[in-house]
Structure formats: structure tokens, C-alpha cells
T-cell receptor, first 116, second 110 residues
């Protein structure tokens, strides 16, 4: 069964450093999402791509976060500079755009970021 | 999107049915009910979704009341591996966004 791949699985960094996370969606899935999950809470959407275009980045802290999906396949989420409050699980999800009903999102294993 | 209410935690004996309730009294006609679960330190896993009819797949059954104001996820024979946080999400056809609450933490015990 195809899965969403993410790397690294764990990342420890010091505040003010730059970090980057990578996501490879399920093959053929045009829509890609990045979520952030703070410990004890549910995931929150940061950014949504349709192919290579950003559809929704209203919750992305644009002063320090950036996301790209240059060829419409894999994606990178970057934080620069990292702050203590960025410690969280960063989840990538993908879905196939069918249009017939809400697309089911499939999640990767996540990257757990710890900022010291 | 309509708001959902779930109990914060539940227990279930291994081998018994786990019935997880969800209240979504403000759901509108074009909104679906989705269930995901998240096992510790993993990404959320899709379980099932429905609009108004009851649904069943290899993982679970979803029972939606006739007025659609509440639903129940049923795991027919819970195992220890079903211990997880279960999220009930109401989602419109017009949006791709999933809005997660805090879910129900299900503990399956031997």
C-alpha cells in the first residue's frame, strides 16, 4: 500500500537555527498538506498545495516559515529561524483530487521537531 | 465547518466492541462525518467517513443518526493495537481542510 514519506523522523535544533522537512506524497496525489501538531492537541493546517500552487497558507507564519512544491510532487517546509515554540510534530498529508466527494487525506509518519 | 464534541477518554476491554460517540448538532446537509485515529507518535490514520447512511469497512462501522446530529464509531472487536486518540471531524464538500479537535483517547485493556 502506497504511503506518504517524510524525513527526517526526528530533528533537534537550537533556536535561531534553520530547519527543513521533506515530504513525498502518494504517487498521483495532486493535493499536499502540511500540518503542525502541538503536544496534546489535534493537528492544524499550515499550508495546502494543489499541484505546485499554494491554495491556502492563511495559518502559515510567513515571517519564519516557508513551503514549496516546485515540481508539484515532493515538498519542503522550512523554518528560519526556529523558535522554542516551534517544537511540535510536523505532518504531511496528501489526497487525490476527485471532485466527487471530499478527498480523503492520507498522512505520513511526521517529523518531531525539538527546539532547544 | 460544524463543531464536534467527543468525550476526552474511554476504556474498552480487549475483544469487546468499542463504541465512540461524537456529537455534531450543527452539521449541515453537505457536511460529511470523518473519523481518523492517531496511535502514539504516528501520523493520523483514516478510518471511515459517511454522509447520512451507515458505513462499514474492514476497520470499523459508522452509525449516523437519522437527524445527523450525532454519530458513533464502532470497533467491533477491540485489540490492544486499537489504543489511540480517535478524532471525529465534520467536513464540508466545499473545503479540503480537516479541523481536528482534541479527540477521544481510547485505552484498550487486556
Amino acid at each position: 500500500e502506497a504511503e506518504v514519506a517524510q524525513s527526517p523522523r526526528y530533528k533537534i535544533t537550537e533556536k535561531s537555527q534553520a530547519v527543513a522537512f521533506w515530504c513525498d506524497p502518494i504517487s498521483g496525489h495532486a493535493t499536499l498538506y502540511w500540518y503542525r501538531q502541538i503536544l496534546g492537541q489535534g493537528p492544524e493546517l499550515l499550508v495546502q498545495f494543489q499541484d505546485e500552487s499554494v491554495v491556502d497558507d492563511s495559518q502559515l507564519p510567513k515571517d519564519r516559515f516557508s513551503a514549496e512544491r516546485l515540481k508539484g510532487v515532493d515538498s519542503t517546509l522550512k523554518i528560519q529561524p526556529a523558535e522554542l515554540g516551534d517544537s511540535a510534530m510536523y505532518l504531511c498529508a496528501s489526497s487525490k483530487r476527485t471532485g466527487a466527494s471530499p478527498d480523503t487525506q492520507y498522512f505520513g509518519p511526521g517529523t518531531r521537531l525539538t527546539v532547544l | 465547518d460544524a463543531k464536534t464534541t467527543q468525550p476526552p477518554s474511554m476504556d474498552c476491554a480487549e475483544g469487546r466492541a468499542a463504541n465512540l460517540p461524537c456529537n455534531h448538532s450543527t452539521i449541515s446537509g453537505n457536511e460529511y462525518v470523518y473519523w481518523y485515529r492517531q496511535i502514539h507518535s504516528q501520523g493520523p490514520q483514516y478510518i471511515i467517513h459517511g454522509l447520512k447512511n451507515n458505513e462499514t469497512n474492514e476497520m470499523a462501522s459508522l452509525i449516523i443518526t437519522e437527524d445527523r446530529k450525532s454519530s458513533t464509531l464502532i470497533l467491533p472487536h477491540a485489540t490492544l493495537r486499537d489504543t489511540a486518540v480517535y478524532y471525529c471531524i465534520v467536513r464540508s464538500l466545499n473545503t479540503d481542510k480537516l479541523i481536528f479537535g482534541t479527540g477521544t483517547r481510547l485505552q484498550v485493556f487486556p
